[in-house]
């Protein structure tokens, strides 16, 4: 199926990004948001980042403005839904929430359109049932920064159609990212799961007093090679993301390994977040520059 108007419901740090990337790729993006102010700061963030873009060279200014011209922000969801062939929602990692959206834009999309979530916790079948289409719902996992990560995960649930996972990597493919089929659904997929052992293992390091936070990166970046070590990689994805994966994670297994850490609990209910609340296993300046550890 071919997709030229698309819907990202969610305009924080993946949503805008992903919509950007849709924009880029030729097609006609909806941006949605609940949050008038959450639109405003993604356009500014948005444009400060692809700006760079164009300075550096990498990109014309007027792939820029073409972009952004293809791009529209509304708190609307219906003025989002009603052309869309696509539906990306990244919005925060909670079930109910999930499904409230779910079945609310499913009565207002076009009856051909797909539903992907960039949920990489809770697979498409614990939401494909909010819909009256099932076979058109899938998992579609960015991973953070959107605008520079390859990898996409692709994954749809038993009802899933094959139209559906195909159209879903050709767009994939389509924004000059690399799909990665899932054949089977699985919590966390490929990509977290791997990386929940190194960062479980980094917090129980921490947790026994057995090396700092800080130390504990710099094993990770200049001994096995990481752009950035678990801690610094949890502050920027959001420590809440951490707490609500596992959470999930926990409700779906009842393993009470797969619970969030203490320390990670503890952040969380502090309201230590990372670097979009300037303090997390680091403390930030406003411009999110790194001024050292918090503890």
């Given at each position: 199926?071919?997709?030229?108007?698309?819907?990202?419901?969610?305009?924080?740090?993946?949503?805008?990004?992903?919509?950007?990337?849709?924009?880029?790729?030729?097609?006609?993006?909806?941006?949605?948001?609940?949050?008038?102010?959450?639109?405003?700061?993604?356009?500014?963030?948005?444009?400060?980042?692809?700006?760079?873009?164009?300075?550096?060279?990498?990109?014309?200014?007027?792939?820029?403005?073409?972009?952004?011209?293809?791009?529209?922000?509304?708190?609307?969801?219906e003025e989002g839904a009603a052309d869309a062939d696509?539906l990306i929602e990244a919005i925060v990692e909670k079930?109910?929430?999930?499904?409230?959206?779910?079945?609310?834009?499913?009565?207002?999309?076009?009856?051909?359109?797909?539903?992907?979530?960039?949920?990489?916790?809770?697979?498409?079948?614990?939401?494909?049932?909010?819909?009256?289409?099932?076979?058109?719902?899938?998992?579609?996992?960015?991973?953070?920064?959107?605008?520079?990560?390859?990898?996409?995960?692709?994954?749809?649930?038993?009802?899933?159609?094959?139209?559906?996972?195909?159209?879903?990597?050709?767009?994939?493919?389509?924004?000059?990212?690399?799909?990665?089929?899932?054949?089977?659904?699985?919590?966390?997929?490929?990509?977290?799961?791997?990386?929940?052992?190194?960062?479980?293992?980094?917090?129980?390091?921490?947790?026994?007093?057995?090396?700092?936070?800080?130390?504990?990166?710099?094993?990770?970046?200049?001994?096995?090679?990481?752009?950035?070590?678990?801690?610094?990689?949890?502050?920027?994805?959001?420590?809440?993301?951490?707490?609500?994966?596992?959470?999930?994670?926990?409700?779906?297994?009842?393993?009470?390994?797969?619970?969030?850490?203490?320390?990670?609990?503890?952040?969380?209910?502090?309201?230590?977040?990372?670097?979009?609340?300037?303090?997390?296993?680091?403390?930030?300046?406003?411009?999110?520059?790194?001024?050292?550890?918090?503890?």
């Amino acid at each position: 199926m071919d997709v030229n108007n698309v819907l990202v419901v969610g305009a924080g740090a993946m949503g805008r990004q992903i919509a950007m990337l849709c924009a880029l790729s030729g097609r006609n993006v909806a941006l949605v948001d609940v949050d008038a102010g959450m639109l405003t700061t993604a356009e500014q963030e948005l444009r400060s980042r692809i700006g760079r873009n164009v300075e550096k060279g990498r990109l014309a200014q007027e792939q820029m403005d073409a972009a952004f011209g293809r791009m529209r922000m509304t708190t609307s969801l219906e003025e989002g839904a009603a052309d869309a062939d696509f539906l990306i929602e990244a919005i925060v990692e909670k079930v109910d929430v999930k499904r409230d959206l779910l079945s609310k834009v499913d009565k207002i999309l076009p009856p051909h359109a797909i539903i992907a979530t960039n949920s990489s916790t809770i697979v498409s079948s614990r939401l494909a049932d909010a819909t009256s289409r099932p076979d058109r719902v899938c998992n579609m996992h960015f991973f953070n920064p959107a605008l520079v990560m390859k990898c996409v995960e692709v994954l749809g649930n038993p009802e899933t159609s094959e139209e559906t996972i195909e159209t879903t990597v050709a767009l994939t493919k389509s924004i000059g990212k690399s799909p990665v089929l899932l054949r089977q659904e699985i919590s966390g997929f490929v990509a977290n799961r791997l990386l929940a052992g190194i960062q479980d293992e980094a917090v129980s390091l921490y947790e026994k007093g057995i090396a700092s936070v800080a130390d504990i990166d710099t094993a990770a970046r200049e001994a096995l090679g990481h752009p950035m070590g678990p801690f610094e990689l949890m502050d920027m994805t959001g420590i809440d993301v951490n707490f609500y994966v596992r959470t999930a994670r926990f409700e779906e297994s009842r393993d009470e390994a797969q619970k969030p850490k203490r320390a990670v609990v503890e952040k969380f209910e502090r309201g230590e977040l990372g670097r979009k609340t300037g303090v997390g296993w680091y403390r930030y300046d406003s411009a999110g520059k790194k001024l050292g550890p918090a503890d």
